[in-house]
């Protein structure tokens, strides 16, 4: 019980903290309010459109994808570094590891998630 309590005090000091925090900056934060203050500064262009205009969702998959994997090899380089102290044990998970992220890596590539053009036969099949 005594982990509990310490765990409530913590959580009511960091709610505290935070609501004084932003209690705070709203009082003693700037009122200025201008129409140039509001406005996009590009380096000293005036903007001559919006800037908001939608990306293809093959840039997020592929960005996605780098994160998953950069993971992947973040966490095989540390295995490396003690692979002889980890022995058979841990030769064993991380090729568990591995396996698990290739099926993972199989799946949507069998959905035709990491093609560019899509095809007519993928489109539909589910």
């Known amino acids: 019980m005594p982990k509990l309590d310490a765990f409530l005090l913590y959580s009511a000091i960091v709610l505290f903290i935070a609501a004084t925090v932003l209690v705070l900056t709203t ?60 022995g058979w044990w841990g030769f064993g998970h991380i090729t568990g590891f591995i396996i698990v992220l290739f099926v993972g890596l199989l799946y949507p590539w069998m959905k035709g998630g990491l093609d560019f053009v899509s095809s007519p036969k993928k489109v539909g099949a589910s």
């Not at 000293?44 to 996605?64: D, E, H, N, Q, S």
């Open 27 to 86: 009082l003693t934060g700037g009122k200025h309010r201008a129409t140039a203050r509001n406005e996009v500064f590009e380096s000293g262009i005036i903007p001559t459109g919006g800037a908001r205009f939608r990306f293809p969702i093959k840039f997020y998959r592929v960005a996605l994808f780098f994160l998953i994997f950069d993971l992947e090899v973040a966490f095989i380089l540390l295995w490396a570094y003690v692979y002889r102290q980890s």
